[in-house]
């Protein structure tokens, strides 16, 4: 094997370390749930309505300027920011305009008053940069939009963690499921607090995001799991605790290996991938991050404290 992260045999205890262990992911949870109701999120037009528009030139473009053109058409304070694009070139500009509210001889329409400022916008860039002007990315989102975004995106990660939790009791027992849900939702909250704490932009990128990281660490815990229940039949003997470090220590290669290469697609994502894909590879990589380390520190040890069956009828065959 030409590479080899860890050695073919390990013996690490790793649940003399889950009290630790526990009280850290304890004490990140709660630091996670008090950054939300304390910060919030910073949601991006996706959920609370807006216009974001990404301007390109040939030319280097004066920041002020564009900053000082879109305020003077009184749209509220624009958040304009210099971003680096796939070609690795400093031209390019995101501005960012709050959602604006319908004037009163068009009220209720909403959705028009975000087209009448995009255009707004777009005209401004133009008169001060010239026809040359690329208008890479054009997000226009009403009210009424964004709104059910925030419920529909909520209700698809709960619907996951809810079916990833029908998988876990249907293929193991319900001792397995606990571990495994308190996994996921220990990885979704910190997630959720790492965004409220750096002020990251939270969209639809980020909950596909979230989506795969639930993915990624049941992917992670099922394949702990199955060695656990594959070494309950064959030591029905060993110590619960022993039996757990045992299966662990089994599939850390895997672990690993699974986890070193998706970092370095992420990493290559993150630094060539531009504005757009930041905020979601950012989001990934700790998700790969979280995701690892709860399998082995958080769903596993909480079959200690389960009561996890012993007397399984089915024997593995021997080399199994």
Not at 7 to 31: E, K
Not at 207 to 219: E, F, H, K, P, R
Not at 288 to 316: C, Q
Request: proline share 2%; glycine share 8%.
């Amino acid at each position: 094997m030409l590479l080899k992260l860890v050695p073919d045999q390990t013996h690490i205890g790793f649940t003399r370390m889950r009290f630790a262990a526990l009280a850290f992911s304890a004490l990140l949870v709660v630091a996670s749930l008090g950054a939300l109701f304390t910060l919030g999120l910073n949601f991006g037009v996706d959920f609370r309505g807006g216009v974001t528009i990404e301007v390109a030139d040939d030319e280097p473009i004066d920041l002020g300027a564009v900053r000082s053109a879109v305020s003077d058409l009184g749209l509220g304070s624009p958040d304009v920011q210099r971003i680096q694009d796939f070609a690795g070139s400093d031209e390019a500009v995101l501005i960012r305009i709050s959602q604006q509210e319908a004037a009163e001889s068009d009220e209720g329409n909403d959705e028009t008053a975000q087209q009448q400022a995009s255009a707004a916008v777009q005209d401004a860039m133009r008169e001060l940069l010239g026809d040359g002007v690329e208008f890479r990315k054009i997000d226009v989102v009403g009210p009424t939009v964004s709104g059910e975004l925030i419920q529909k995106g909520a209700l698809a990660v709960a619907l996951a963690i809810g079916m990833m939790l029908i998988y876990i009791w249907l293929r193991f027992e319900w001792q397995f499921s606990i571990g495994a849900i308190i996994a996921l939702v220990h990885d979704v909250i910190i997630t959720l607090g790492v965004f409220a704490v750096t002020r990251l932009e939270f969209n639809l990128a980020i909950i596909a995001a979230i989506l795969t990281i639930v993915g990624y660490s049941m992917n992670d815990t099922v394949v702990v799991y199955d060695r656990v229940r594959e070494n309950l039949r064959k030591f029905k003997q060993k110590p619960l605790a022993d039996l757990i470090d045992l299966s662990i220590n089994d599939t850390l290669s895997r672990t690993i290996m699974t986890s070193g290469t998706t970092m370095l697609a992420l990493a290559a994502l993150a630094v060539f991938g531009g504005e757009v894909l930041r905020g979601f590879t950012l989001a990934m990589i700790w998700g790969v991050i979280i995701g690892t380390y709860s399998s082995v520190f958080v769903a596993s040890p909480f079959l200690l404290a389960t009561d996890v069956k012993r007397d399984w009828s089915k024997a593995v065959p021997a080399g199994a």
